[in-house]
């Protein structure tokens, strides 16, 4: 059998890598950091299927994790929604399950090296799922923290502010993930965890930024990203590309995951051919380039439309007009974005 050599160890590579060691492929995962370590996002994983996380060998992850259907949307302080998402969507937080991944690719006989960050580069057997493509114009900022203390008031909150928007889950030991995504600003002060406060108050989500204020924080778990952007990532250099590396929805359908999932599970195939000497590298390549295009288009284009509406004024105000009026066509949007 080929062997695959997989850049980069987050949800992509190490459930690609995984699924492969269950075919009895060799492989090799090179991971720039380490484990466990906590990762911005809002780890609430929604619309992943059963068989995707089944062909991957890594449902026995979620059998034990929490399962959550309500949802509460605020536009500021106020109530805006109430609505039960129709796939669900399972709270585990990136420490969790980074660790977990990188645990079981190994007891499956996998190699792992970590703390080694590789150029991009285009080769035969060589996967790229090494995340965001960096972007030095992008305009977005992501943070996020653990914290406890805070009552929510229902399984899953969103929280959308002037130019930004929060969401939050609990996880693992009543740890709440309190996420955001914002559009940068020149003049916001300070560092780490009262730099999220900054913009959640700059976002007029005073509440949130009120909570966090008086709520335990984990040791450890803020993190920052910045310079990327959203959409299909247009990597040409003829790299195999997955995960955020080929394309990133707008976190707040937390589709991301899932998509990162299913991505692997769609290369899964083809390189399983190509390691058993049924496909070449080029064919290869292009069938999975072919078909994640394919299986990802409608919901990037109606995430990527919608997107605005959640950030402007003008958008939310009409949201919350057909929100109240009964016309907002949630779960149509829902359907179409996972
Ligand atoms: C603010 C924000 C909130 C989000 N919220 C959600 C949510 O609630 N739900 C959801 O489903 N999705 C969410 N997402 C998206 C989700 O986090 C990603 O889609 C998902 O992590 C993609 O997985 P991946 O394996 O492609 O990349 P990653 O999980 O980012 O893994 C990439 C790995 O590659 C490593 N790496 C990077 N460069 C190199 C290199 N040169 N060499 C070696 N290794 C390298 C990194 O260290 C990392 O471990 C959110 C994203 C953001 C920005």
Redesign the pocket.
């Known amino acids: 059998l080929r062997s695959i050599e997989i850049?980069?160890?987050?949800?992509?590579?190490?459930?690609l890598g995984i699924g492969l060691r269950k075919r009895g492929i060799p492989v090799q995962v090179?991971?720039?950091?380490s484990y466990p370590?906590h990762?911005?996002?809002?780890?609430?994983?929604?619309?992943?299927s059963q068989k995707t996380l089944q062909t991957l060998g890594i449902y026995e992850l979620f059998e034990s994790a929490p399962f959550y259907r309500k949802s509460r949307w605020f536009r500021g302080n106020d109530v805006l929604l109430d609505q039960e998402l129709k796939t669900g969507?399972w709270g585990i937080s990136?420490y969790r399950m980074?660790e977990w991944l990188q645990e079981y690719f190994q007891s499956l006989g996998g190699h792992l090296i970590t703390r080694?960050?590789?150029?991009?580069e285009a080769r035969e057997g060589l996967v790229w799922?090494?995340?965001?493509i960096p972007q030095s114009d992008s305009k977005?900022?992501?943070?996020?923290v653990h914290m406890r203390g805070y009552q929510m008031y229902s399984e899953l909150e969103m929280h959308m502010g002037r130019q930004g928007y929060a969401?939050l889950?609990q996880v693992e030991d009543d740890w709440i993930?309190l996420?955001?995504?914002f559009e940068k600003r020149r003049q916001v002060e300070g560092k780490y965890i009262a730099l999220l406060e900054s913009y959640l108050r700059l976002c007029g989500l005073t509440h949130l930024a009120d909570v966090m204020a008086e709520s335990e924080v984990r040791d450890g778990s803020f993190c920052a990203?910045a310079g990327?952007d959203l959409g299909v990532q247009n990597v040409d250099d003829g790299r195999l590309v997955?995960?955020?590396?080929?394309s990133?929805?707008p976190?707040?359908?937390?589709?991301?995951?899932?998509?990162?999932f299913e991505?692997?599970e769609t290369a899964l195939s083809y390189l399983c051919e190509y390691a058993q000497g049924r496909l070449t590298w080029e064919k290869c390549r292009i069938n999975v380039a072919r078909a994640l295009k394919k299986r990802f288009r409608t919901r990037l284009v109606t995430a990527g439309s919608c997107h605005p509406f959640l950030l402007s004024s003008a958008g939310q105000s009409a949201l919350s007009i057909a929100s109240r009026t009964k016309l907002l066509p949630f779960n149509t949007l829902f359907t179409l974005t996972h």
């Open positions: 850049i980069g160890g987050g949800l992509s590579g190490l459930a090179r991971e720039a950091g370590r990762k911005v996002c809002g780890e609430f994983i929604c619309g992943v969507a990136r980074d080694e960050r590789v150029k991009p799922s090494a995340g965001r977005w900022l992501g943070l996020k969401g889950v993930n996420c955001g995504l990203v990327f997955i995960g955020d590396a080929e990133m929805i976190p707040f359908t937390g589709n991301g995951m899932s998509m990162a991505s692997a």
